[in-house]
């Protein structure tokens, strides 16, 4: 398969990177009990996960329903415009003892304390960084937060430990559409400023970050509308005035 893909990198003239490395048996047969358990729970792991909000886990087409809620929300209210921020660093950066303290305020995630306590708590895990192509060996940082990669059970870890922002900015009067920690959040510029004033409060809780200061990469998308002035928002945010909805 390896090969396969190789070639078919180089007959396009991009640059081969590789997606799989060599993994103990140990660590197959920990991804085989890690998948096992999604399985059976994922009803559960749903519900935990912030259902109509995250839209990553067991939701069909679930990146078309946030595309479609998104788009036709701002073709029917001008006023209405939507809040996408960036996560510094997510998916490492997570508290593990946030996340096991979730898990255990909700009887229905039991069945999956046994195998983070095993896994996840006080284990250092190695993160891995892939180089540009092939030839560059992969490096290894090792890490005592975050999830645990190519492990089944990681993203619901993880959005299981989300789940409170996700919450917490419904409560604040945004609608948030999230795909893992990718979120955008529909509200008008009243709120997506007010969510702005704490949401930095909200993520560190779960040691999260967001980077408020680079405009790059926090956008409010606003429909465009001559006949309404350009909302005022904090800085670190970029207003762009979209004019056709696809």
């Not at 893992?180 to 702005?196: A, R, S």
Request: with cysteine; aromatic share 8%; hydrophobic share 35%.
């Amino acid at each position: 398969e390896q090969q396969a893909a190789k070639k078919e990198c180089e007959d396009k003239g991009q640059r081969w990177k590789p997606s799989l490395r060599n993994i103990t048996l140990g660590e197959a047969w920990t991804r085989l009990t890690g998948m096992c358990l999604k399985g059976q729970n994922m009803p559960a792991i749903q519900a935990a996960s912030g259902p109509g909000m995250q839209m990553c886990l067991g939701e069909k087409n679930g990146m078309e329903q946030m595309q479609h809620m998104l788009f036709r929300s701002l073709e029917a209210n001008s006023k209405l415009g939507a809040f996408v921020g960036d996560i510094q660093n997510g998916f490492p950066s997570q508290s593990r003892e946030h996340i096991y303290m979730e898990l255990l305020r909700n009887p229905a995630l039991a069945p999956l304390i046994p195998y983070f306590r095993t896994f996840y708590l006080d284990c250092p895990l190695p993160i891995y960084i892939y180089g540009q192509d092939s030839s560059e060996p992969i490096r290894t940082m090792w890490s005592e937060e975050g999830t645990r990669q190519g492990d089944p059970l990681a993203p619901p870890f993880w959005c299981i430990g989300y789940a409170y922002v996700l919450r917490w900015i419904k409560n604040q009067g945004g609608l948030p559409l999230a795909w893992m920690d990718d979120t955008t959040i529909l509200c008008t510029p009243e709120v997506c400023t007010q969510i702005l004033r704490s949401i930095r409060g909200v993520l560190g809780a779960s040691g999260l970050i967001m980077d408020l200061g680079n405009s790059k990469k926090n956008h409010y998308l606003l429909p465009a509308d001559p006949g309404i002035a350009p909302p005022v928002l904090p800085t670190g945010v970029q207003l762009q005035m979209v004019n056709h909805i696809k």
